[in-house]
């Protein structure tokens, strides 16, 4: 299923956005492009399948879309383009398996900073001290990273 949102031409000239391909930086593209609010929330639960030929190919994970409505997509499709400096559409596809979407990315980021603020507190010399001589425990709840 492929669903696009029909209402911008597509400049012929697509040489910038060829050169994108797959190995575009979607998470950079969407702070760039400034999708924020239902956009950024569909922008960042859709992996970035690839932008060739003026169409930015997205898939979206199944749970996700309820997302998936003609103004929002409208919306991101004009952000996208004054981003990219030309116009472009925007389509999204079905896929059997969606990539590492840019909220899986900040999701990981976030567990493994809490994991390094853990690993850090438990073998800092004075709380392992604490720890020792006083039979004190630590909260893993209100260990926050920096």
Do not use: C, H
Not at 4 to 25: C, F, H, M, R
Request: hydrophobic share 45%.
């Amino acid at each position: 299923m492929v669903r696009e949102s029909s209402g911008q031409s597509v400049k012929s000239d697509n040489a910038a956005i060829s050169t994108l391909g797959s190995n575009a930086d979607w998470p950079s593209l969407i702070k760039a492009a400034g999708l924020g609010g239902p956009f950024g929330q569909l922008a960042q639960n859709a992996a970035l399948l690839g932008i060739d030929d003026g169409v930015v190919r997205l898939a979206l994970k199944p749970e996700f879309d309820n997302l998936l409505d003609p103004k929002i997509i409208e919306q991101m499709q004009t952000k996208l383009s004054a981003a990219l400096g030309q116009a472009v559409k925007v389509r999204f596809e079905k896929a059997s398996s969606v990539a590492e979407t840019p909220a899986d990315i900040a999701g990981r980021e976030r567990v493994d900073r809490q994991n390094a603020a853990e690993r850090a507190l438990g073998a800092d010399p004075l709380v392992q001290t604490l720890l020792r001589d006083f039979d004190a425990r630590i909260v893993p709840a209100s260990i926050k990273p920096v």
